[in-house]
């Protein structure tokens, strides 16, 4: 008798357990997971994220636009509100945020001087990138600007 052993079926087998396996691994993985992709209020966002919309489209319409700008030598942010609203009453926010970091997030009420600048301190601000985020009402009209600046960096 001269068998010789085969491994093929076994091979084929092996490689129907595996796929079954992973697949069956895959399946339970993916249904264990929770992927929550709308939230709840998501149509009270919706609105919000309109609004800001229709804010930043209006303060681009100005005839000078609203700036942040980084000193590195004084280490410290300027923002400076467009020329036509300056010493027209003002309130609003600025938001510091950081994109790699949320727990380094700041919000400072806006409250520029009579000539429409505010002085925010960025010694304590560590280095990286930063987005300014200014939300700003005047005359019943709101106004939102969006700007990235990036501290600890060489003018």
């Not at 309130?91 to 997030?105: C, T, V």
């Not at 009579?114 to 300014?132: N, Y």
Request: hydrophobic share 40%; charged share 25%.
């Amino acid at each position: 008798m001269n068998s010789k052993f085969n491994p093929w079926p076994y091979a084929i087998i092996l490689t129907f357990v595996i796929f079954i396996s992973a697949t069956a691994g895959l399946i339970v993985m993916a249904a264990s997971h929770r992927g929550d992709l709308v939230s709840d209020n998501y149509y009270e966002q919706e609105i919000k994220y309109q609004t800001r919309i229709d804010s930043s489209d209006r303060a681009r319409q100005l005839l000078a636009r609203a700036t942040a700008a980084y000193e590195p030598a004084a280490r410290r942010i300027l923002i400076s509100l467009p020329k036509e609203q300056v010493g027209k009453p003002v309130s609003g926010d600025i938001q510091l945020y950081r994109p790699s970091a949320a727990r380094l997030d700041c919000q400072f009420k806006l409250e520029p001087d009579s000539t429409g600048l505010q002085i925010l301190d960025a010694a304590t601000l560590p280095k990286g990138l930063w987005k300014i985020r200014v939300s700003w009402t005047v005359d019943g009209q709101d106004y939102y600007m969006e700007q990235k600046i990036v501290i600890g960096a060489k003018a």
